[in-house]
């Protein structure tokens, strides 16, 4: 899934010559901190609600200093790189420009958590199984080996790290709902550390329960 696909329906940008008591209350109303200033098709920066509160906000924001003036992703950019500057920059709304730099849209985060959700089949019916390695040692198609060798399948996987260790985790959403002790004790005698494993029906429906939750929060 790309940028292009994700883009937010019905989100007007900023104009220079709004003011940030108006730009205020677009916030409010689209429930996001960040919003885009386009001029014509001109993407002029991104505005959050630190920037306008350090101003006064009966003045245009056309005035103002941006702290985010750079920051945008491409229509052909992959989900994940939205969700990388999302993240390192903490934004709840990112715009989209194309090739040629004009602006054609903009993301909310609740967009972007939703089309994640359903990519990373957190709704299908399944088991969870996470791994701990050496960096190293990681073989996708190794670890693929073993669960299809179980007659299992693989609905979706995550890698990750943290800073400084040469460990890595995998997270391993699998097909079986119930049954793992066969899949883990292969692992287990591959040499494969099982960090944690998870299959009863509470543990996904509390999942579901929970990215409910996120995402009325966000909506709020």
Request: net charge negative; no cysteine; aromatic share 6%.
């Amino acid at each position: 899934m790309f940028a292009n696909q994700l883009i937010s329906s019905g989100l007007e940008p900023l104009r220079t010559s709004d003011t940030g008591r108006e730009a205020l209350a677009i916030m409010n109303d689209e429930r996001v901190r960040h919003l885009p200033i386009v001029n014509h098709a001109q993407l002029l920066g991104l505005i959050s609600e630190d920037d306008i509160l350090k101003n006064d906000l009966d003045q245009p924001i056309g005035s103002y200093s941006l702290s985010l003036d750079n920051t945008a992703v491409e229509d052909t950019d992959h989900l994940f790189e939205v969700m990388r500057v999302m993240g390192a920059e903490q934004l709840t709304l990112i715009p989209v420009v194309n090739a040629d730099k004009d602006y054609i849209g903009a993301i909310r985060v609740q967009d972007v958590l939703h089309s994640f959700s359903q990519m990373a089949s957190f709704v299908e019916p399944g088991g969870v199984v996470v791994l701990e390695m050496q960096r190293h040692e990681y073989s996708m198609a190794e670890i693929a080996r073993i669960v299809e060798g179980e007659n299992a399948r693989i609905l979706s996987f995550f890698v990750g790290t943290e800073p400084g260790s040469s460990l890595v985790d995998i997270m391993l959403k699998l097909d079986r709902s119930h049954e793992l002790a066969s899949i883990l004790a292969t692992f287990k005698r591959m040499g494969y550390r099982v960090k944690a494993s998870y299959v009863s029906d509470g543990y996904l429906e509390t999942l579901q329960d929970n990215y409910n939750s996120l995402m009325n929060y966000l909506n709020m």
